[in-house]
């Protein structure tokens, strides 16, 4: 049996484990995969704990991704691009490092949801590290235009100058030039506490509306979207299990059929 993890802090309600071994049934292969607590550098010493029990993948979640970009021994493209690694395959005496989550998104929007975007104005609240993942897979995608606005401000200029790419600005919000947004996503923690990211009600207006988040947790952004007229709405449920699908590729070499995980957590997690 070989053996994999999700490490990061809190994880004790991660859907990794789940998702995980019903791929490795799917596929046919006998995956062990556990949730470890790990705070803030703490991911050396966690990873050479988990080396010596042979563990051979380790998905990362906060707020560990930048750490784990630091430690990986070689980087993907799309890692080296987010500056954030959310995967690692042991390698040899070190640890391969890649980041899913763009992709997992693009394949939630265009395979599940069958939304293009090409051509599109995307508005990306939030710069964090999950932010960080899905700016280059959204360009990749020929968007037209994308702004990023975030709580600290200085957060979203960085992550603007860091794509050296003319479609991408920092939101004027509440400029003219800025409304209206074909898609919205928002990609900030503010609903863990039951927050809403300060935007102009006219922002959500005919647009499509997207949380990274899942279930009851992106229900009060979607709920808020909704009610301000946007056209769609969707909870990240299905990007976390297509960038899952994307780990699972990486480590066994075999990309699992999504659609029935997918259908059997929403289930469990209920609308979102
Ligand atoms: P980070 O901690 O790296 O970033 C958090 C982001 O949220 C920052 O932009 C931060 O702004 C913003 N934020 C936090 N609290 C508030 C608030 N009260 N109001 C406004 N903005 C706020 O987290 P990640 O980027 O890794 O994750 C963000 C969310 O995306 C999480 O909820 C996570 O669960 C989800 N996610 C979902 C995935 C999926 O597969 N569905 C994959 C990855 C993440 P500031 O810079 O000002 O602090």
Redesign the pocket.
């Known amino acids: 049996m070989s053996l994999y993890a999700v490490m990061g802090h809190p994880v004790d309600h991660s859907l990794s484990p789940q998702i995980h071994e019903a791929f490795g049934r799917l596929t046919g292969r006998d995956v062990h995969y556990e949730r470890r607590e790990v705070r803030a550098e703490g991911l050396a010493e966690a990873l050479s704990a988990f080396r010596a029990q042979d563990g051979r993948g380790a998905n990362i979640?906060?707020?560990l991704?930048g750490e784990a970009y630091t430690l990986a021994t070689r980087i993907s493209d799309r890692a080296e691009r987010a500056h954030?690694v959310?995967t690692l395959a042991q390698e040899g005496g070190g640890w391969f490092g890649d980041n899913t989550?763009g992709a997992?998104?693009i394949r939630d929007f265009t395979v599940n949801h069958g939304w293009s975007l090409g051509g599109c104005r995307v508005l990306l609240?939030?710069?964090?590290?999950?932010?960080?993942?899905i700016v280059g897979p959204l360009l990749d995608e020929g968007i037209a235009h994308l702004a990023i606005f975030?709580?600290?401000p200085e957060?979203?200029r960085d992550l603007a100058t860091s794509c050296h790419d003319a479609r991408v600005g920092v939101a004027v919000i509440g400029g003219a030039s800025e409304a209206p947004f074909d898609f919205v996503i928002?990609?900030?923690?503010?609903?863990?506490?039951g927050?809403?990211?300060?935007l102009p009600d006219s922002l959500f207006e005919g647009a499509i509306v997207y949380d990274?988040?899942?279930g009851p947790?992106a229900e009060l952004f979607l709920s808020h979207a909704r009610a301000r007229g946007a056209r769609q709405v969707a909870?990240?449920?299905?990007?976390?299990?297509?960038?899952?699908a994307e780990s699972f590729l990486l480590w066994h070499g075999v990309r699992p059929a999504t659609g029935p995980v997918l259908e059997n957590l929403r289930g469990l997690v209920g609308a979102g």
């Open positions: 979640t906060v707020p991704k954030a959310n989550d997992g998104l609240v939030g710069a964090g590290g999950a932010a960080q993942g975030n709580r600290s957060r979203a928002n990609a900030t923690a503010a609903g863990l506490s927050r809403l990211p300060a990274l988040m899942y947790k909870d990240g449920l299905g990007m976390l299990v297509e960038q899952a």
